[in-house]
């Protein structure tokens, strides 16, 4: 990966690290320390607390990574049923990606175990795992409270405790199981936290958890936006179809995410682009384990070069080299915004992110602009594209990812849908296109041969949310694998698991 020149050239030999580790690290490629490493790391070792003001793309996770691995690696293996040091990830990517990144840094460590547990999988082979001891367990709230009720494993002698991503957890409505299991650690502990914003929540999360610590801030919302080349077009919600493509016609992305608000969203684009000829896959809590895996494998790997997503799925997701981030939702919520486009700007990189905004989104693109602090250079496409998509009313009614709803007068009023419109409403997919509207063209990446009369679902929304769904994975992994569960059971429990 290459990082900004202008880091200052400290050397990761001058942390003190055990060869083991710089070893791994020569391995991975990183020859420069990035910011956060250079702050973080010094502290982490001394045995300081961390306020880690940090989004994914810094380096943030090797800045905790390092330390814990050679402060770990001077005492003695873990216990059965104890852990060591414990991250708390809002998700199974992230935690994934982490528990990789613990592997991979401690591979030449002698007796470090790794170990992660996530919802929406059997818990048979996590318990058998946690029965052994690890050193180092990366976990999602929900499901390891489980293995603590079942009695699998015990945070008593847990030496290190790491929050990741805090303001997620809150947003996806994990704080309360989070603070549950922080009670279960012993008092004498170091603790990290890492959050990307710090709404006052968060703040006063982090209070009680850390003791004297050292605040390191290496993303304060708004910086990473400077790197990325912004634009929003103006436009009208049911022509954004046809933007979409053209923009992707245009500017021949080399690797494009997409965001939308709702998971629902996301399927319909991957949908209409198959129409359209572009191959996309698409990411959300409503997906099994699998088919994320397989879909980011796949993203990762370039055969399928545009992922739609929703905001939670695509949190930690680490993928270089994405060119261009289209954001054909604009965010309720304006953190939203500098994570999604971050994704384009990883480590130093820089790309292009492009936002639709439809008339009732203006009031996000002003949130937007004013905590980001910079007006972004807007087109206005309104009258120029044909109208080829119905606006779905109900849909954008749709509760968006993420658990916290827009303050009250924020969230625009659903439009009544016109006579016309309802009219289209009732017609199959196929026939609904706007009667005038010209056929899309084929685009960059498509095969005329791949476009498909995709036929739209029988059934409509449920209604749930993004965040809601997303946690009935996590419940529902049962020993038989994922299965859905009732939303209203799903409502009744709000624990994350
Ligand atoms: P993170 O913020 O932890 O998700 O890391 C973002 C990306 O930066 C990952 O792909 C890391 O492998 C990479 N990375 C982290 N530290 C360095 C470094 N010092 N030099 C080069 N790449 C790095």
């Known amino acids: 990966m290459v990082l900004k020149a202008d880091f200052p050239l400290t050397s990761f030999t001058d942390f003190g690290l055990a060869e083991t580790l710089t070893r791994a690290l020569v391995d991975a490629g990183y020859d420069t320390p990035t910011p956060i490493q250079m702050q973080a790391i010094p502290e982490l070792l001394k045995g300081r607390d961390l306020l880690g003001i940090a989004q994914t793309g810094t380096g943030k996770t090797a800045a905790f990574a390092l330390p814990i691995l050679q402060r770990l690696s001077a005492g003695r293996p873990a216990a059965p049923r104890r852990v060591r040091a414990l991250i708390l990830s809002p998700t199974r990517e992230l935690a994934t990606q982490i528990a990789d990144s613990f592997k991979a840094y401690g591979r030449y460590m002698n007796h470090m175990s790794v170990a992660v547990v996530f919802g929406g999988v059997g818990h048979r082979p996590q318990e058998d795992r946690l029965k052994r001891g690890v050193d180092i367990l990366v976990a999602t709230p929900g499901r390891l409270m489980d293995h603590m009720a079942a009695g699998m494993v015990s945070l008593e002698s847990t030496e290190i405790f790491v929050l990741d991503e805090a303001d997620q957890m809150l947003d996806m409505g994990f704080v309360v199981p989070v603070r549950r299991i922080v009670k279960t650690l ?95 896959a698409a ?25 739609v997503a929703t905001d939670i799925a695509a949190r930690g997701i680490d993928v270089s080299g994405v060119s261009h981030v289209i954001n054909f939702d604009l965010p309720n919520i304006p953190e939203s915004y500098v994570h999604r486009i971050g994704r384009t700007a990883r480590a130093g990189a820089s790309g292009i992110a492009i936002s639709f905004c439809a ?129 209203a059971d799903d409502r009744g429990n709000r624990n994350g698991r």
């Open 283 to 307: 990411i959300h809590g409503n997906k099994s384990q699998g088919q994320r895996e397989k879909a980011l494998a796949s993203f990762k790997a370039g055969a399928t070069p545009v992922l």
């Open 186 to 280: 012993p008092k004498a502990r170091q603790s990290l936290f890492f959050s990307a914003t710090m709404p006052k929540e968060i703040g006063q999360l982090a209070g009680e958890m850390l003791f004297n610590p050292v605040t390191v801030s290496v993303a304060p919302t708004g910086t990473t936006v400077e790197l990325v080349e912004q634009r929003v077009i103006h436009v009208e919600a049911g022509a954004k179809r046809r933007l979409l493509l053209d923009v992707i016609v245009a500017e021949k992305p080399e690797r494009v995410l997409i965001f939308t608000r709702t998971k629902h969203g996301a399927d319909r684009v991957v949908r209409q682009l198959g129409q359209d000829g572009v191959e996309a």
């Open 359 to 487: 008339e009732d989104e203006r009031p996000f693109l002003k949130d937007i602009e004013k905590i980001t602090r910079q007006k972004i250079p807007a087109e206005d496409r309104r009258g120029t594209l044909p109208i080829s998509e119905r606006t779905d009313t109900s849909e954008r009614g749709e509760r968006p990812a993420g658990k916290r709803p827009p303050p009250r007068g924020r969230r625009p009023a659903a439009a009544p849908a016109s006579a016309d419109q309802q009219r289209r409403d009732s017609m199959p997919a196929a026939k609904a296109r706007q009667p005038g509207a010209a056929k899309p063209s084929h685009a960059a990446f498509g095969k005329p041969g791949q476009a498909k009369a995709t036929p739209r679902p029988a059934h409509r929304d449920t209604g749930a949310s993004e965040e809601t769904l997303g946690r009935v994975g996590f419940l529902a992994g049962g020993r038989d694998g994922m299965k859905r569960k009732s939303v």
